[in-house]
């Protein structure tokens, strides 16, 4: 009799889990393991083979791949653990994301605000550490813009590499599409994606 295990889509170490308990059921039958990455396939090639089962052969079709036991004449050899069988974390983001989603800094004094973004923007090319991205939305997008004390700042940074994302949607709700002077008219999607895959955000 042929047990199949359907571990597709399933986070490690839970494919080699289910896989040990077919295993302890199994007498005389042989098993297939289905999985859908390599890393899950590679978990639960080595927990059979340490645990006394031959494979018979590996199959790949469509990106998925089904693992071919021969016949299970015996328990497992060893008291294994399946928690040992932990894929590899998904890497983290890199480098840093500024969110600027107003044109100033704090609440109480709009002047006040003001010169603290303004000092805030000018000081960034300055830090030994530089972010990845700036990301502007709402009343951030003013910044910006042509006429804006920030532009020159913004300007330096675009010429050293930073990515500028700038709400194309923030922009036409201030009529100030045809007004941008720097940075690279995004989405909702594009900035939401930047951020996610940066290490870190840092909202002003």
């Known amino acids: 009799m042929a047990i ?3 571990a597709r889509g399933l986070p490690c170490p839970q494919p080699v889990t289910k896989t040990k308990v077919a295993f302890e059921k199994a007498n005389g039958d042989t098993l297939t393991v289905i999985v859908s990455t390599a890393e899950s396939r590679d978990n639960v090639v080595r927990f059979l083979s340490y645990s006394g089962a031959e494979i018979e052969r590996i199959d790949e079709k469509a990106g998925e791949f089904y693992i071919h036991t021969k016949e299970i004449t015996g328990p497992v050899k060893a008291d294994l653990n399946p928690d040992e069988y932990i894929c590899t974390p998904q890497p983290m983001g890199t480098g840093t994301a500024i ?3 107003k044109d100033r800094i704090g609440h109480g004094s709009d002047e006040l605000g003001n010169n603290l973004m303004k000092a805030f923007i000018a000081t960034i090319k300055d830090l030994s550490v530089q972010p990845k991205t700036i990301c502007f939305m709402n009343s951030g997008v003013k910044l910006t813009v042509h006429g804006a004390e920030t532009l020159p700042y913004l300007k330096e940074l675009a010429e050293k ?4 994302l700038v709400c194309g949607t923030c922009l036409g709700y201030f009529n100030l599409k045809e007004e941008l002077a720097v940075g690279k008219i995004s989405n909702m ?11 870190k955000v840092i909202t002003i």
């Open 161 to 164: 590499g930073l990515e500028l």
């Open 99 to 101: 969110f600027i989603n």
């Open 189 to 199: 999607y594009d900035i939401s994606e930047a951020m996610l895959k940066s290490s």
């Open 4 to 6: 199949e295990i359907d």
